[in-house]
């Protein structure tokens, strides 16, 4: 298992966006390839030694049953959107070790590569648990997904009062670029860029 370059958009928007976007997605070739619910555990040491860094259990329930998703995700050096390097796997799945190594050169904590093949998401849990790990925070949600060939859009509705989000995932800054551009969204990156711009501005003036 290799690391893959994840570089993210996530928007807020309302039910009308909603359907707009899907509307629009479908138009330029996108394929609906599953719809799920997901339930994300993250998790962390005590000292929150994963800071910007991400280690997620994920739940997900489909159509076609359950399973667990494992997941670290080590931070980039983008500001202006969410940009990571994700490693992650299903319990029937190789890379066991290497999760067990990303997570000591973190946290220091060295966990048995058998827990990355335990299927039932509680004692996934527990274990962790035990191991001196907690659950930082919990959520669920229902997660559309759309693909083409190189790239995702995403629907999320989460519980009143989050609400509903949009996230595009490409391979890189310029990819996700261009399917913003393609799926005529600028507006939406812009958007989000000016956010992000704005909140670094408030907290140094805050400062």
Request: proline letters at 2%; one cysteine or more; glycine letters at 6%.
């Amino acid at each position: 298992m290799s690391g893959f370059h994840e570089c993210e958009l996530k928007v807020k928007i309302d039910n009308e966006l909603r359907t707009e976007l899907r509307e629009m997605v479908v138009k330029k070739g996108y394929v609906l390839t599953d719809s799920r619910i997901e339930t994300d555990y993250i998790m962390d040491t005590p000292e929150t030694a994963f800071g910007k860094n991400l280690f997620r259990v994920r739940d997900m329930n489909n159509a076609e049953g359950k399973t667990i998703l494992y997941t670290i995700k080590l931070k980039g050096t983008s500001t202006d959107f969410q940009d990571y390097t994700e490693y992650e796997i299903t319990p029937k799945e190789d890379g066991a070790d290497i999760l067990a190594r990303l997570i000591k050169s973190v946290c220091g904590v060295e966990l048995d590569e058998s827990i990355f093949k335990i299927t039932d998401v509680n004692k996934a849990l527990n274990k962790l648990l035990c191991e001196g790990f907690i659950i930082k925070r919990a959520y669920q949600k229902k997660r559309e997904a759309y693909s083409d060939k190189d790239t995702k859009v995403l629907f999320d509705i989460f519980p009143d009062p989050v609400g509903m989000f949009v996230e595009i995932e490409a391979g890189g800054e310029e990819n996700l670029k261009s399917t913003v551009e393609k799926l005529g969204l600028i507006v939406l990156w812009n958007q989000e860029i000016m956010g992000k711009l704005l909140e670094r501005l408030q907290q140094v003036i805050i400062a």
